[in-house]
């Protein structure tokens, strides 16, 4: 299995606050089967004022400490992006690191605040399409403006955006509301991957293997294959195949 959203790099944001929690977060994941891990720290302007030096510095860190290890796993960095205005300028300067591609366009994992859906977002996508980048909405079961009104979320897939569950949120630790929106959203086939979006050894640990089980159960297992293993393996291909 492969795991697109976690915050294993330390000491950069709201996850691992150190080397040590963020080698037990991948220990965990190795034990839940997962062999590759795309960590994605926050770049959320004046909270996590991330960007490429900070993340480089932060994963050169983690591999350092990794190679001391015998854990079977491949790491890459990209980042998880709110949406702000100052996005357009990011990507025209090519500040933004990607997940990898799919479907020839540039993937950037983009989160909404909890609360609402920005007005312009809509616009914001269009731009970004039009910009051969494709958009991948983080955890869409935990905006509370789509546990409300879920048929919202209906211009953005069909605009052609990818969208990534939260595995904690299927197994009901994020509350029920995250819970039973990520469950229509999934039986409907919404979601394109489920990722761990892993933050501490005790608040958010790595659930992959458990979550797949879940989908298998109220879906199917193929779905559960596509959703943790075929298309994070489509779209991160490039990043793992390009040098550390």
């Known amino acids: 299995m492969i795991d697109m959203h976690c915050h294993i790099l330390p000491n950069i944001d709201d996850g691992a606050k150190s080397i040590d929690e963020a080698i037990g977060l991948v220990t965990l994941a190795v034990e839940q089967g997962i062999s590759r891990m795309v960590a994605t720290p926050h770049i959320h302007l004046g909270i996590y004022d991330n960007n490429l030096q900070s993340i480089n510095a932060a994963y050169g860190v983690l591999c350092d400490a990794l190679a001391l290890t015998n854990l079977e796993i491949q790491v890459r960095a990209a980042a998880e992006v709110r949406i702000s205005p100052e996005i357009m300028l990011f990507i025209e300067q090519q500040q933004l690191p990607f997940l990898g591609c799919y479907q020839q366009k540039d993937v950037l994992l983009l989160e909404l605040p909890s609360s609402h859906i920005p007005p312009g977002t809509d616009k914001l996508i269009s ?118």
């Open 127 to 244: 731009w970004l399409l039009a910009k051969n980048v494709l958009p991948m909405i983080a955890h869409p079961e935990r905006n509370r403006e789509l546990q409300t009104h879920p048929e919202r979320i209906t211009p953005f897939v069909q605009a052609g955006c990818l969208f990534q569950l939260t595995a904690a949120s299927l197994l009901g630790d994020m509350g029920p509301a995250p819970q039973q929106l990520s469950e229509y959203f999934m039986q409907q086939r919404i979601y394109s991957i489920v990722a761990s979006d892993c933050h501490s050894l005790k608040r958010r640990p790595p659930k992959l293997a458990l979550a797949y089980d879940v989908i298998s159960a109220l879906v199917d297992e193929d779905y559960a294959y596509s959703m943790t293993t075929l298309i994070p393996h489509s779209i991160s291909c490039s990043l793992f195949n390009a040098p550390r």
